[in-house]
């Protein structure tokens, strides 16, 4: 089985896109052009990060911001999984500080990913959409996820990685979405051992958004050190492929997994 080092390499190279940031109702408030490039070095041992940001005329003027930073290892704060695809984010949830996720899925030449904030009372506050695609490769965004699109049975596999133990947990994995139109919708969601999940947003507890680029994220309104609680992203990369990325933490407000799960639609449902 892979290494988490392993995974992360296949994210590997130059990758050309933009941050969109949007408000807490989906709004885009500002879109900065990027280029990030991870190139490895010393046998693939240590990887080389640098992400320029760029002004209104694009890629093709000087950056108006740069970082440059080295790893030989990572830290628990993230996890990355077989296709590629990561999540990283807080420990640990604590009062008066804010609390951040970033779910990153991969497919072939392109990146779709997206960072969800809270502020530090626990309220959702904004979201960061980053789509990328490789240098030299067609720009190719998905349409802009809609409800009817998911809606129905989605079945695959799952792997799950503890916060005490790093080698993933494969199970078989199931998905029902009823979502259709503005009114009230509802997931249930099964994987691994435990029992499964039923969740919705009929009292309101809970912000669910459809976003560019076949995305969607779910999270709490309100987020807490004294609740259970889990923040999710989906990513549609064609009609028939969803991939979910979650994060749960426990009654303490600690990280205690994440999972990557790989769905196909139910031609039966």
């Not at 190279?13 to 949007?22: I, N, P, V």
């Not at 503890?162 to 029902?176: F, I, K, M, N």
């Not at 807490?224 to 426990?250: E, N, S």
Request: glycine residues 10%; proline residues 6%; charged residues 20%.
């Amino acid at each position: 089985m892979a290494s988490q080092w392993d995974n992360f390499l296949g994210n590997l190279g130059e990758w050309h896109g933009s941050f969109d940031a949007l408000d807490a109702s989906g709004a885009v408030l500002s879109s900065t052009p990027s280029v990030l490039r991870l190139e490895a070095a010393d046998n693939n041992t240590l990887v080389h990060f640098s992400l320029k940001r760029f002004g209104p005329e694009g890629r093709s003027g000087a950056p108006i911001s740069e970082t440059q930073q080295e790893y030989r290892t990572l830290g628990r704060q993230v996890v990355f999984f077989a296709s590629g695809s990561f999540c990283k984010g807080s420990l640990q949830v604590a009062p008066g500080t804010p609390f951040g996720a970033e779910f990153g899925f991969i497919h072939a030449d392109r990146r779709h990913r997206l960072v969800q904030l809270h502020s530090g009372d626990g309220q959702f506050e904004r979201l960061v959409l980053i789509r990328e695609h490789r240098a030299g490769t067609p720009e190719a965004d998905c349409p802009a996820l809609t409800p009817d699109q998911l809606q129905g049975t989605w079945r695959g596999t799952a792997a799950t990685i503890t916060a005490d133990w790093p080698e993933p947990e494969c199970s078989e994995a199931a998905l029902r979405v009823d979502a259709v139109g503005p009114g009230p919708w509802a997931f249930e969601l099964s994987h691994g051992s435990a029992p499964p999940q039923s969740i919705s947003g009929q009292h309101g507890m809970l912000t669910l958004q459809w976003l560019p680029d076949g995305g969607y994220h779910l999270a709490p309104n309100c987020i807490t050190h004294r609740q259970a609680f889990m923040v999710q992203a989906g990513w549609l990369r064609d009609p028939g492929h969803l991939d979910l990325l979650i994060r749960d933490y426990d009654a303490s407000g600690a990280w205690s997994s994440a999972s990557w799960l790989a769905l196909r639609r139910d031609q039966a449902s």
